[in-house]
């Protein structure tokens, strides 16, 4: 616990030394546009999912910051359901002058486009991009029930039985759902998809040996792989975690270009006018570059990032595309 105490504290100045002069150079082409609104009264940032999770982790401690910063209280609103859906089209619906801000996500903005055939939001015309805020790699573990020790031998024992091996997510569409269908189509093997509702169920029975492997992020597998309990074979992110510094990438073991990682960032309903836009966007990034916020995101193994409006749509784009494909391949669909 000491040697993972050290890894962060000398990660985390690291990382805020390197990126607070990346910060001012995102900041500093909005500054003048971004003193034209100042906000009068508190505003709303929704979160699509639950209390508890990385997405109420991020949103709350920006909030404070990001209050601090607009002179205004951020006020956070949890409406969990639908995947995320229920939120997205609150947000696509509210009034475009500020007072409405929601944490977009790689499910409700890149994953649920391509599974949802009738989806009530549309992805890229309701919301105006704001900022990436961070993103926290996907781990791919086995419970008791699997004797692999590496990810190449759980792919070695799976190609040696085509569905026998099965693996658990927080339910279809979830984060883990896409990241192990990313690793089944990268490797070429057949898992079976074991859905759950929610994370708590499905660390349950990965505990208790009824499902070989499972996918999500770090922060729920740590305590358990402390304890000897479960075994973290790889990572999603494109660079090891400063956490788990032995555990290899997927990309490493082979899988060129491989990456799974959830993201978080801000958007606005769409019409939000710039000046607004370019304020919430250089005051976020400066929430974002506190010791406060880049500490409490570390903590739960995030990875702060920050961007521009317009690289932010670019992303989201990517995402779309990458994602989409994955959706496809798997010829998967909504509950």
């Known amino acids: 616990m000491k040697t993972l105490g050290i890894y962060?504290?000398?990660?985390?100045?690291?990382?805020?030394?390197?990126?607070?002069?990346?910060?001012?150079?995102?900041?500093?082409?909005?500054?003048?546009?971004?003193?034209?609104?100042?906000?009068?009264?508190p505003i709303r940032l929704?979160?699509?999912?639950?209390?508890?999770?990385?997405?109420?982790?991020?949103?709350?401690?920006?909030?404070?910051?990001?209050?601090?910063?607009?002179?205004?209280?951020?006020?956070?609103?949890?409406?969990?359901g639908g995947q995320g859906v229920i939120a997205m089209q609150e947000a696509a619906r509210a009034t475009p002058d500020g007072y409405t801000i929601i944490l977009g996500h790689v499910g409700t903005l890149a994953v649920n486009p391509a599974m949802m055939q009738k989806l009530p939001y549309d992805a890229q015309k309701d919301f105006?991009?704001?900022?990436?805020?961070?993103?926290?790699?996907?781990?791919?573990?086995?419970?008791?029930?699997?004797?692999?020790?590496?990810?190449?031998?759980f792919i070695s024992q799976a190609k040696a039985a085509p569905g026998k091996l099965n693996y658990g997510s927080a339910g279809n569409g979830s984060a883990g759902h896409l990241a192990f269908?990313?690793?089944?189509?990268?490797?070429?093997?057949?898992?079976?998809?074991?859905?759950?509702k929610g994370t708590g169920a499905q660390m349950t029975d990965l505990l208790a040996g009824n499902i070989d492997a499972a996918a999500a992020g770090l922060p729920g597998f740590l305590p358990h792989v402390k304890s000897g309990k479960l075994k973290i074979l790889a990572v999603g992110s494109a660079?090891?975690?400063?956490?788990?510094?032995?555990v290899p990438t997927v990309a490493e073991l082979g899988y060129k270009n491989f990456e799974s990682t959830q993201w978080f960032g801000l958007l606005v309903p769409a019409n939000t006018p710039e000046p607004v836009i370019a304020r919430l966007n250089k005051e976020a990034l400066k929430a974002l570059a506190s010791p406060a916020v880049q500490r409490r995101l570390i903590e739960?193994?995030?990875?702060?990032?920050?961007?521009?409006?317009?690289?932010?749509?670019?992303f989201i784009a990517s995402e779309q595309k990458r994602w989409g494909t994955v959706v496809r391949n798997a010829n998967l669909t909504a509950d």
């Open 128 to 153: 105006a991009p704001v900022t990436l805020l961070a993103k926290v790699p996907m781990v791919f573990a086995v419970g008791p029930k699997s004797d692999a020790t590496s990810l190449l031998q």
């Open 239 to 246: 660079q090891r975690m400063s956490s788990i510094p032995d």
């Open 8 to 41: 962060f504290r000398n990660f985390m100045l690291k990382l805020f030394c390197v990126h607070s002069l990346a910060w001012v150079a995102l900041i500093a082409p909005f500054s003048s546009e971004a003193q034209g609104w100042s906000p009068d009264r």
């Open 181 to 196: 269908e990313m690793l089944k189509s990268s490797a070429g093997i057949d898992v079976v998809h074991v859905p759950y």
């Open 46 to 80: 929704i979160v699509p999912y639950g209390v508890g999770g990385s997405s109420d982790v991020i949103a709350r401690s920006l909030a404070v910051e990001l209050g601090k910063n607009l002179g205004q209280s951020v006020i956070v609103e949890n409406k969990a």
């Open 300 to 314: 739960d193994s995030s990875t702060p990032v920050g961007a521009g409006p317009k690289d932010f749509a670019l």
